[in-house]
């Protein structure tokens, strides 16, 4: 079960940073997510706006968060007030009085005082903050309380004459990691990996893409991640080489590979990885050989994972070893050099190298600074997943046909270079091999 979590006190260290960085009468306004219907009288489960989140700790729908570092109050929260007859239908509320306490906000009100209480906080601020167009019905009241403000001067009402993108500021915080969020990003790794590996020894000709697709989700229910941070990728043969597919309805075919693209959410924090593996738990030679390939160019993009390096670089090196390896097999004619100065492997690898993690799965930061690509510093989270994508109508000798491979790591960048948080879940042939053998020979 998880064992880790981030103290309310670093939740009030991020507003307070934020606050900082906020100019004088000024006043941000955060959102938080609201239930989403799924059918009728019924609603996905709910999952926090990761900015609200991340600035509060606070997983509760349609609250909201207002700073004003001019105020005597500067972190405001308004929440659902304590209901017990709503409770008794949808569940326990925290209710403003005691989030006030428990969660370390300056002020908090009751959530059906949100609109009066707005006047008050935004009237004569010069700068407002928000997030434009993240909650469309948000905005409606945002525009209605700026058009009440600028509409009663005699009231002495007076709206900001700027307004800013919260954005820039939460995402530049959130890029870097903490050591609490690493913890997290440890273990909710470390469950992903597992559940990899439950998978590969799960897995067998005449099983099906959900079956492996439900022993992964199983897997991260039981250890305390009751869900997987995306729609999970679990496509065998040709199915591989659909880079997003989510239909995960085929049955495995003895001789194929199967790719699974998937990872655990624990306490809002991602994890991201793919493997591939035979479906029979042996690699034929020209499986054996994409995939040879595909791991060698991980290998050569982690060089470039550390301080300084960056994401160009590493995809750079990580091409250079695909475009190698498939003019070998001949996949690929022609002249190296031109063959690279044309990305010519972009015929088979359409992807990027790999993004931001963290709360969000494809987390959150600029990846240029300055107008230039901004380099790996410590506390940075990124993927690294090249891949080879061989389809049945594709240029290509018949034996790599209907092959599809990526393998994808999450990697910490550190003061020394960097730390791979996935490196348990088995990748080399060997291991993958040996690891499905063994499963295999105790069925």
């Known amino acids: 079960m998880p064992t880790v979590s981030i103290e309310k006190a670093e939740f009030k260290a991020r507003r307070e940073r934020l606050l900082a960085m906020m100019e004088p009468n000024s006043v941000a306004i955060i959102p938080a997510a609201n239930e989403v219907t799924r059918s009728r009288d019924t609603e996905y489960a709910f999952r926090q706006d990761s900015d609200f989140f991340y600035l509060t700790g606070f997983n509760e729908p349609d609250a909201v968060l207002v700073l004003s570092p001019s105020s005597e109050t500067p972190s405001t929260l308004f929440c659902l007030n304590k209901d017990k007859l709503a409770e008794i239908w949808h569940g326990r509320r925290i209710g403003f009085e005691k989030a006030k306490k428990d969660y370390l906000f300056d002020q908090t009100c009751a959530l059906s005082e949100l609109t009066e209480q707005l006047l008050n906080l935004v009237n004569g601020q010069q700068i407002l903050f928000y997030a434009q167009g993240t909650y469309p019905q948000f905005d409606d009241k945002v525009w209605e309380l700026l058009n009440t403000l600028r509409g009663a001067p005699k009231k002495g009402y007076k709206a900001p004459h700027t307004i800013k993108d919260i954005r820039g500021l939460v995402h530049e915080m959130r890029l870097f990691k903490s050591p609490a969020e690493v913890r997290i990003m440890r273990e909710s790794c470390e469950i992903s990996t597992q559940g990899h590996m439950r998978a590969m020894q799960f897995a067998k000709p005449g099983a099906t893409e959900y079956q492996l697709e439900a022993e992964l989700h199983h897997h991260y229910a039981m250890h305390g991640a009751r869900h997987p941070a995306y729609g999970t990728i679990v496509g065998s043969g040709d199915n591989a080489n659909i880079l997003h597919y989510t239909a995960n309805s085929d049955v495995l075919t003895n001789g194929d590979l199967v790719l699974i693209d998937s990872g655990a959410e624990l306490h809002g924090y991602a994890a991201d990885i793919t493997r591939t593996f035979p479906i029979n738990g042996k690699f034929s030679e020209p499986q054996a050989a994409l995939y040879t390939i595909v791991l060698a160019a991980q290998e050569a993009a982690f060089t470039e994972v550390r301080p300084g390096g960056t994401l160009s670089k590493a995809n750079k090196l990580a091409m250079k070893v695909l475009t190698q390896g498939l003019l070998d097999l001949g996949i690929l004619q022609g002249d190296l050099q031109e063959l690279l100065d ?100 105790n069925r």
């Not at 990027?352 to 989270?381: I, T």
């Not at 389809?391 to 730390?419: C, F, W």
């Open 342 to 441: 044309n990305q010519a492997c972009k015929a088979f690898y359409m992807h990027g190298l790999g993004h931001w993690l963290g709360l969000d799965v494809h987390d959150v930061g600029d990846y240029k600074k300055d107008e230039k690509e901004r380099p790996f510093e410590p506390g940075m989270v990124l993927t690294i997943e090249p891949g080879l994508y061989i389809s049945l109508d594709a240029k290509a000798p018949e034996q790599y046909k209907g092959i599809g491979i990526r393998i994808e790591d999450n990697l910490l960048v550190t003061e020394q270079g960097h730390e791979n948080l996935t490196a348990s879940a088995p990748k080399s042939i060997s291991e993958i091999e040996a690891l499905m053998k063994k499963q295999a020979t």
